[in-house]
């Protein structure tokens, strides 16, 4: 459950993602999108409920706006998503030095070669070797030039700014990525390379984005958030406008057919309300409207 104010967004609603889902959500605006991301990447909590997350899952968040870098170069910066096998680089060239050295104890001497092959084994099995590769590739497909690799990430305006986000995110390949409005500062290139690699991205993904275009290619279900609830459909973004506008006229109707009988109920309540002969039956239509739970639509 969460409100702003007075006003609920969700109201007991019970929701789950399975690995490698690629999850579209949909609603009109305020309904509670970015609401939910922000609770999924945990900078909001519900205000109640539980948001149970397995053991090991990183989560990735880019939000819509705001996000700003500064004080390293655009490769250098893309590079951070590798932060733990940068280390270990910098840490084996220590090593190597230290080895080099002949007045090292042979019992330091042991120690180091012992650490030495775990940190070349881990650097091997996550590809360390390939990090000027992955990061060149990604790059090049959010639209920078090759000449932009050296330049202070402080001179890129803010659309460009939200694409150094976005590349350092889908480096670190977090398990649960979420995407408000990835396509917002994207030209059309750049916004096709980003469909293919979602299309193939291995974890779940949960996105926001107007363009209908691009769910249909990257989503494998939709998530719509509208009268407090989540109401998932499976499948493209085309097929859920169908369905939901089916569910959305077969509610209208229950409305309708609930309207009329609540009416039914009530005139005939005022109309007999006085009437020792039908107390019994004014009785129970004051029951069963008390158990009538209104839909809203």
Known sequence: TKRFGDRELFGNVS????PGERVGLCGPNGAGKTTLLRMLAGQDEPDAGLIIKPSGLTVGYLPQDGLEHEGLTLHGEASLAFRPLLEARAEIDRIEHALADPALPDGEHEDLLVKYH?????????????IDLRVTQVLDGLGFSRSDFAKPTETFSGGWQMRIALAKLLLSRPTLLLLDEPTNHLDLDA??????YLSSYPHAVILVSHDRFFLDAVVTRIADIALRTITDYVGSYSRYLVEREARMERLRQAKKEQDDEVARMRAFIDRFRYQATKAAQVQSRLKML????????
Not at 290 to 297: A, C, H, L, S, T
């Open 15 to 18: 929701w789950q993602v399975t």
């Open 118 to 130: 775990d940190l070349t084994d881990y650097f091997r099995r996550e590809e360390g070797h390939s």
């Open 191 to 196: 916004r096709n390379w980003l469909e293919e």
């Open 290 to 297: 008390d158990r009538v739970v209104p839909i809203d639509v």
